[in-house]
T-cell receptor, first 111, second 114 residues
């Protein structure tokens, strides 16, 4: 699976959009980009995923560049409850699947 | 609530002992994943089962073993426990292991080895 690179930490003001970048320059054509987050000591929570097109759901938007070498997770109106570690994962579609979480980005939402 | 149930929530034991962590996946999910998260560390993938069969293995110690039963629940057995095994252990499930599937995580078992 392709490796991902994320900044270790980011700050965002409450009410503003939080834009979390992820680089995955070695991504293959059949690999999806997934985002999860982990609020302190809780189980990670799925946020969104995509293959080529931009995606939006009730939690966030995922913007994937045309060359698919990077992506951005957007939390449109960040709240204090969005403070968490955000993980970007690239997964190849196959049966035997080691889903590897990196160190992620620790997002601090500032009041 | 993710629908994945892990028991117990907390476990305190001594070095050298053996413990069993239990995971019940979401109804209908065939795949179970186990992860270990030590203090201030990332999530370390241990092992994955699909419909009773082992499918993928991470850096799981030989002292650790797991299995998935016919009713799809899974158990992670940790033996000859050491202080360094103290960690949060998460279980996750998904409908199948192919790409395009989301993982749903339980709330974890906090293991403390004293």
């Amino acid at each position: 699976d392709a490796k991902t690179t994320q900044p270790p930490s980011m700050d965002c003001a409450e009410g503003r959009a939080a834009n979390l970048p992820c680089n995955h320059s070695t991504i293959s054509g059949n690999e999806y980009v997934y985002w999860y987050r982990q609020i302190h000591s809780q189980g990670p929570q799925y946020i969104i995923h995509g293959l080529k097109n931009n995606e939006t759901n009730e939690m966030a938007s995922l913007i994937i560049t045309e060359d698919r070498k990077s992506s951005t997770l957007i939390l449109p109106h960040a709240t204090l409850r969005d403070t968490a570690v955000y993980y970007c994962i690239v997964r190849v579609a196959k049966r035997d699947d080691k889903i590897i979480f990196g160190k992620g980005t620790r997002l601090h939402i500032l009041p | 609530d993710s629908g994945v149930t892990q028991t117990p929530k907390h476990l305190i034991t001594a070095t050298g002992q053996r413990v069993t962590l239990r995971c019940s996946p979401r109804s209908g999910d065939l795949s179970v994943y186990w992860y270990q998260q030590s203090l201030d560390q990332g999530l370390q993938f241990l092992i994955q089962y699909y419909n009773g069969e082992e499918r993928a293995k991470g850096n799981i110690l030989e002292r650790f073993s797991a299995q998935q039963f016919p009713d799809l629940h899974s158990e992670l057995n940790l033996s000859s426990l050491e202080l360094g095994d103290s960690a949060l252990y998460f279980c996750a499930s998904s409908a199948n292991p192919r790409g395009g599937e989301k993982l749903f995580f339980g709330s974890g078992t906090q293991l403390s080895v004293l």
